[in-house]
């Protein structure tokens, strides 16, 4: 089992202890998606793509309070605000701003890219480093305003 997964689930049984409902909720919810994942695919997740996983999840939640908060139903909203911060434990430290400049500038640098066609390449050096760390959306917009 990997590291993540492992912290993962040490995090419910201190959950449970605490009775921390909605934290326990969260981290059952994780765990659900992770499982479905290793069933559908039929692997076992390594610590990368429950990056990933957790990464799609944040940004689910995103969208949620966006157009929850378009409907003045703040109340889901704050639901979905506690559903990521207990994500977002599980997730490494965000980058700053001018970090994730510079590892554009360098994507684009190493891909040789010279225009929006070479975007495929760059978003492809980034990603890797940039999961779970940024916004990918706000990425790809830094990276087509460079190459634009």
Not at 14 to 21: F, G, I, L, V
Not at 27 to 37: G, H, N, P, S, T
Request: glycine share 6%.
């Amino acid at each position: 089992m990997s590291e993540l997964k492992q912290a993962i689930t040490e995090a419910m049984k201190n959950a449970m202890r605490a009775k921390e409902k909605a934290r326990l909720g969260t981290i059952r919810m994780i765990l659900a998606e992770l499982k479905r994942v290793e069933v559908d695919e039929r692997i076992e997740l390594d610590d990368a793509r429950i990056l990933a996983i957790l990464d799609k999840m944040n940004k689910q939640r995103r969208d949620s309070i966006e157009q929850y908060e378009s409907a003045g139903r703040e109340d889901l909203a704050a639901i979905e605000r506690e559903e990521m911060e207990v994500i977002a434990t599980f997730l490494p430290a965000a980058l700053s701003d001018d970090e994730i400049n510079a590892l554009v500038d360098d994507a684009i640098a190493k891909s040789g890219a010279s225009g929006m066609q070479d975007m495929g390449k760059v978003m492809g050096l980034l990603k890797p480093q940039l999961q779970g760390r940024a916004d990918m959306g706000a990425v790809s917009k830094t990276v087509k305003a460079r190459l634009g």
